[in-house]
């Protein structure tokens, strides 16, 4: 039933060069799995979500997916990560059609994982938000859940998200930079309210893209990102696909 569901999301956009393939053995977690040929493999692009399932029950999401199936690995680089894993995207064939159906998007669109915005790839970018999108509006799995979502009104509810990668929505209040920092503001109190801060090395990439961060006062916007606490809660940005400007601004 899944594969026919989330067929649509075959992510043509993420076909980056063969990394080879293997048949899965073993789930290791929520975005991780073992080959039969001994290698460690993580999906990347995608973010399991925070949310009160246990982790087996996250794992479950995958181990449905590809656990004994031969998958196929793609990426434009295979150098393992500090845990040994080889960072790929992750594709098995499809049993009603001829192509081959992204692992990534496959949990994205039945709301078992979250964009993890680390995509700079414009096309696979938007194949995989598309698949966020196609479960966040049908309210499928952690979608089914309107507190996934945090609201910049209520920064205690963020906070308790400390270490958490965390999707949250607000209205700008004001655009101030300081010394090497430029903060994006959801409230007055700085000791207490949410914020986004961008460190000034990353504002090229802004412009680049045409976005100036001044015009995000007074609109809504969607940011995703690790939660901290540096007096309010804090989300660093370090690409621009963390944050989403909403429609109806």
Known sequence: MLLSI??????AGCAFAPQGEGRVTDIIDAR????QDGR???????EPASTADTKANRAAALAAIIAGRDVTLRGDDDTPDRYG???AFVFLDSPDTSEQVSVQAALLAQGAALVAATVTDK???ATLAAAEATARLAKRGIWADPAVIK???????ILAGIGRFTVVEGKVLSVRQAGATTYVNFGRNWTRDFAVTISRRVLPSFEAAGISLKSLEN?????????????GPRIEVLRVGQIELLSGN
Not at 32 to 35: I, N, Y
Not at 40 to 46: E, M, Y
Not at 151 to 157: A, I, K, L, M, V
Not at 219 to 231: K, L, N, S, T
């Open 219 to 231: 609109r809504r916007i969607r940011v995703r990102g690790w939660v901290e606490a540096r007096g």
């Open 151 to 157: 609201n910049t009104e209520s920064p205690g509810d």
């Open 40 to 46: 460690d493999v993580s999906l990347i692009g995608i």
């Open 123 to 125: 096309d696979c970018a």
């Open 32 to 35: 991780s799995f073992r080959l």
């Open 6 to 11: 989330t067929a649509p999301a075959v992510a």
């Open 85 to 87: 894993r080889q960072p």
